[in-house]
């Protein structure tokens, strides 16, 4: 195993040393002055990365904890869903939903296509309406990221709550959650907030805080409104012990993004994706995700058909110490997938294609050689300014 090693998958993501360090700090009460100014802070900067003035709850889970926390408190058995779904995560929505009893209005997609707004929007009107649609911002699985704009414009004025899971998205590619009318949006730290695993965020409308007063739903600890009675609290607390030593980094990562600036960051984004594509086509392999500057989290690759993809993505990491990942679910040995999302640079790109060319090459596929890096960086550097 080489002794440098290279993180470039959709999460986990790579972590900053200045958010390590924060991590690393002795430990203080998480009831202590000390801790609960810090949440003040953290607090009021958060909605900024949502684009919102609503209050965003933050939770020691992993990203699906805060999606089971937006149907748990939304919805209530017999409540009519509706998931549209392309992918692995999109299935989880469903499987969440299902598992509280909703009644669960699936619209499937093939994987690696992407929902169209029309088609949600007529299948909303088919079914009379629904107390809640579920989306999947970017489906991690396939590459794809919806025109969640268009989207939410559809489902405006149906009755209908927009839950969105932006777990890969939020920080990485636009959002903007009051502007397109989004009640629950929900992430986590592993992602662009380029933060260890183990924190969930979720940020609610009062549409959808309204509905958590109704919801039938049996919760206790993503119980939103015993959540909210704590952040709330002057100075804000933590409802439960919280993983303090997380939420030190989070706070960290949360300035260095802001610091930047949101635009800075889908800027980013934009650019490594369209470098890492860029790459991908100058070896003569074909994309499994669009060809399109939305798809700017991760990118996912067809391997030859005689070949396995798990194959490929150990061989990358036991020749050139890089991780990338391979397909999930159905994709499962057919394609590799490539992250571009947090503490990413070009060069973390070029050095995951370098590694990817030298595994197809090993193992004996036809490609293109010594192409790759070079087209990626020149991609990279023919940026144009996000619309």
Partial sequence: MPEKQYLVTPGPTPVPPEVLAATARPMIHHRGPDYR??????????????QTANDVLLFTAAGTGAMESAVANTCSPGDRVLVASAGYFGERWAAIASRYGCDVVHLR???????????????????????????????????????????AG??????????VDAISSLAAVPLETDAWGLDVVV?????????????????VSPAALAAAGRATSPRFYLDWETTLKAQRSSPPDSAFSPAISL?????????????DGLDAAFERHRRLGRACRAGVKAMGLELFSPDEDRAAVVTAIRTPPDL?????????????????????????????????????DVFDITTALAA????????????????????????????????
Avoid: N
Avoid at 247 to 259: K, R, S, T
Avoid at 312 to 335: C, D, P
């Fill in 247 to 259: 939420i030190l980094g989070l706070d960290v990562a949360v300035d260095m993004i802001l610091g």
């Fill in 187 to 203: 992430t986590s730290s592993h992602k662009a907030l380029m933060c260890p695993p183990g924190l969930s965020l979720v940020s």
């Fill in 308 to 344: 396995d993809s798990s194959a490929v993505v150990l061989a990358m990491r036991e020749s050139s110490g890089v991780t990338i990942i391979g397909g999930q679910g159905e994709l499962k040995g057919k394609i590799v997938r490539i992250g571009h999302i947090g503490y990413v």
């Fill in 154 to 163: 559809r489902v405006a004025g149906s009755g209908a709550l927009i839950l």
């Fill in 37 to 50: 100014r810090m949440l003040a802070r953290l607090f009021e900067r958060l909605p900024q990365l949502w």
């Fill in 109 to 151: 997609y093939a994987w690696g296509e992407t929902p169209d707004a029309a088609q949600i929007g007529a299948k909303l009107e088919e079914m009379g309406g629904a107390h809640a649609v579920l989306l999947t911002h970017s489906e991690t699985s396939t590459g794809v990221v919806l025109d969640l704009r268009e989207l």
């Fill in 356 to 387: 990817l060319e030298k595994a197809l090459a090993d193992a004996g596929a036809e490609i293109e050689r010594g192409a790759a890096t070079t087209a990626a960086l020149e991609a990279y550097g023919d940026g144009v300014p996000v619309s």
